[in-house]
């Protein structure tokens, strides 16, 4: 079916490995995983803005009541905390299954999971910085460099007032937002004549256009007060301290979450800039009732792309080890019930495949080793090992097999 996809055992395994560095991370840094309802009233996505309420696949139940298949997870967070008494600050995330009706392209299908993360409770800009420093962690976890990605950071409330100091009026902030996000898809002569058809004038263009130049706070003109700009000052020398500066980059032109965002805004980007945003979030202090926060997700979509691109997934193989019985499937059935028992996970052949259709079989299914369990194995009390990479065979005991397999694991 078009925008959805069948996880084969190949396709499970790399979305699993994908999560579980971002489960691992998130736990290192203290956040608990939640999860909720796929379904969930259409009511909560109003405020997730004009996009999000026009792609949900919605249908009606026989209590007629009107609900939606889960767009994104960040509202269900919201309703979660507005319905319980919970101690703050709030550190979760959620790995959840998500459906948009949209036009599949590449990076975007209609079903998809997401990571998410979410620091609530504060409003304090080292909470931001956590944040971010989680984000870089994940992407470091899968052995990619500063040289491989960065994170372009912005602050709405500045952005905002950038847009006052040049005179350009609150009524059309909204719409600047959307022609802004959607620059890099458009000419710039149908960028600026339609700034102009939005009534501005060729200065306020000019100065427009300067402040996406903007890569350093120092650059900002000194006369601009803005909340914003001193949360921006406060979060990247946090990020300085956490020695993750290299990373980061001041880009005023990140225009994402145009309704629900209000303070910090990021995107993850490859830096060849080849994807769209590997993942991306900001500060959403208006979205759950007395309860500021801020965070981000991953999609699988777009980080499975990348990870293959930059040849960071080739190496995963199924985690079990492969039985050959040479006519022993008896004493075999034990001795692998005897390695499971131990925490090694087990495959055994139970049709008398044969040896060269059973080492066939365990090539295609890239399987890292196979046991041979037959009458002189037995005899030795030794099982035969075979490293199916190399090709290399030894015979050892079962207590040295599970210690070098538990290893290897």
Do not use: H
Not at 289 to 304: H, I, T
Not at 317 to 331: D, G, S
């Amino acid at each position: 079916m078009k925008g959805f996809k069948d996880y084969y055992p190949k396709d499970k395994r790399i979305q699993n490995y994908m999560f579980e560095v971002c489960r691992k991370i998130a736990e290192r840094y203290g956040y608990s995983e939640v999860d909720g309802p796929i379904l969930e009233p259409v009511e909560i996505y109003i405020k997730s803005g004009e996009e999000i309420p026009k792609q949900m696949y919605t249908l009606t139940d026989k209590s007629n009541r009107k609900l939606a298949l889960r767009p994104e997870f960040t509202p269900t967070v919201a309703r979660m905390i507005d319905n319980a008494s919970l101690s703050k600050p709030i550190k979760w995330f959620s790995i959840s299954r998500c459906l948009r009706y949209e036009q599949p392209q590449f990076g975007r299908q209609r079903e998809f999971v997401q990571f998410n993360l979410d620091f609530l409770g504060t409003d304090s800009m080292k909470a931001d910085a956590e944040v971010i420093l989680t984000a870089i962690k994940i992407m470091q976890e899968f052995n990619l460099t500063k040289e491989d990605f960065y994170i372009r950071i912005s602050n709405r409330k500045l952005v905002q007032d950038l847009f006052k100091n040049i005179g350009i009026k609150e009524q059309n902030f909204q719409d600047i937002y959307r022609l802004i996000d959607k620059k890099c898809k458009i000419s710039n002569k149908v960028f600026e004549l339609t700034l102009k058809d939005k009534g501005l004038s060729e200065k306020q263009i000019n100065e427009l256009e300067k402040l996406f130049e903007i890569k350093s706070l120092d650059q900002i003109k000194a006369k601009i007060k803005s909340k914003g700009l001193e949360e921006l000052k406060e979060l990247f020398s946090y990020l300085k301290d956490y020695g993750i500066l290299d990373f980061c980059k001041l880009d005023l032109s990140i225009m994402r979450g145009f309704d629900y965002y209000t303070s910090t805004v990021f995107e993850v980007f490859d830096s060849s800039r080849k994807y769209r945003a590997i993942a991306g979030g900001g500060r959403y202090d208006k979205l759950a009732k007395n309860c500021p926060g801020v965070g981000y997700a991953f999609g699988d979509v777009v980080l499975e792309f990348y990870l293959k691109e930059r040849n960071k997934l080739s190496n995963l193989k199924p985690n079990f080890v492969y039985i050959i019985p040479i006519k022993t499937l008896k004493e075999s059935l034990k001795i692998a019930e005897q390695l499971r028992k131990k925490g090694l996970n087990i495959s055994i052949d139970l049709l008398d495949k044969g040896i060269s259709r059973n080492l066939d079989y365990a090539n295609k299914q890239k399987i890292p080793y196979v046991i041979f369990i037959g009458p002189e194995e037995l005899k030795k009390k030794k099982l035969k090992l075979r490293d199916m990479k190399t090709g290399k065979e030894k015979f050892l005991k079962i207590d040295k097999i599970i210690k070098l397999l538990k290893l290897l694991k």
